[in-house]
Nanobody, 127 residues
Framework: EVQLVESGGGLVQTGGSLRLSCAAS????????ISWFRQAPGKEREGVSC????????YLPDTVKGRFSTSIDSAKNTVYLQMNDMNAEDTAVYYC????????????????????WGQGTQVTVSS
């Protein structure tokens, strides 16, 4: 069974940057979609990025486009989320998730489409 482990969370000041990592064990990212979601206290989980494990196609919603980016290192079975120019609204627990191939093509990020989830990593942006 695939296990996803996030790392790289922590405390950052407004305007700063963080890079999160999502490493897979027990499987690969080939022929799958890997996305990042976040959940702030009292709010629903929302998607912030998507990458196709086969061809590297990405999708990011307008809420983070221009500040966040995602990439994949297939040799390391690791997906990254680079977050720049961060603000207090980025404070949340960040999760990576794996779903079937092709999900990035639709320009949507639905929680129910993902089968495997990491345990999450806390990101806090302070002013």
């Amino acid at each position: 069974e695939v296990q996803l482990v996030e790392s790289g969370g922590g405390l950052v000041q407004t305007g700063g940057s963080l890079r999160l990592s999502c490493a897979a064990s027990g499987g690969t990212f080939d022929d799958s979609t890997i996305s990042w979601f976040r959940q702030a206290p009292g709010k629903e989980r929302e998607g912030v990025s998507c990458i196709d494990g086969r061809d590297g196609t990405t999708y990011l919603p307008d809420t983070v486009k221009g500040r966040f980016s995602t990439s994949i290192d297939s040799a390391k079975n690791t997906v990254y989320l680079q977050m720049n120019d961060m603000n207090a609204e980025d404070t949340a627990v960040y999760y990576c998730a794996q779903g079937v191939d092709g999900l990035c093509l639709y320009g949507t990020l639905y929680v129910y489409e993902y089968d495997y989830w990491g345990q999450g990593t806390q990101v806090t942006v302070s002013s």
